[in-house]
């Protein structure tokens, strides 16, 4: 009896000592995964950080991307706003252009070195100024005055010029302006008593005519 009571306490310890064994191995092995898993979990922390910085300046070059073509798109409908605007604005502006009176052209001829001083030439100059350019040459052809014919002679002459390079009517004409510059003076002198001399000089003038056609 006494043996059979040993050999049931030493089975009894010994299966005592079976199950801490497991309950120690259980627990290892719980310890064992639990540094597992948060290893993992902390190589996976820094990837999905990783995995967002990557995603965040993509995002930005996306974002940079859309906002020039949001731009580019605001520009060409502002384009297209200020086209149609500027549209009726253009007509108008044609048209006015259109109802602009047209410049008449003027024709121009010139005298230099006419030898009659300047005063004398005015003095013709200031009656046919402004006059149909029939009457000026009746004025000029009766006048009695020297600077009448040189004068004759230019307004012909800005006639002729109106015909052959302009295509206009010479005989519908008007004198628009006429000016008399004083050109360069011959400085003559003439011997006069006791061995004396005295100056004598001889003017010149530049005579310019500008013709234009006579409105209607």
Known sequence: MADEKKTSTKKADAAKKADAAKASGEKAEAKKTAKKDDAKAAKKAPAKKESKAKKEPAKKAKDAKKA???KNDSKSKEKKASKESGKPESKKSSAKKAKAPAVPPVVKAKARYVRIAPRKVRLIADQVRGMHIEQARALLAFSP????????????S?????ENNHDLIGDEMRVSSITVDEGPTLRRFRPRAMGRATPINKRTSHIAVALTPVED
């Open 145 to 156: 005055r020297g600077a009448a014919e040189p004068i004759q002679k230019l307004i012909n």
């Open 158 to 162: 800005a006639a002729a010029n109106a």
């Open 68 to 70: 020039p073509a949001a």
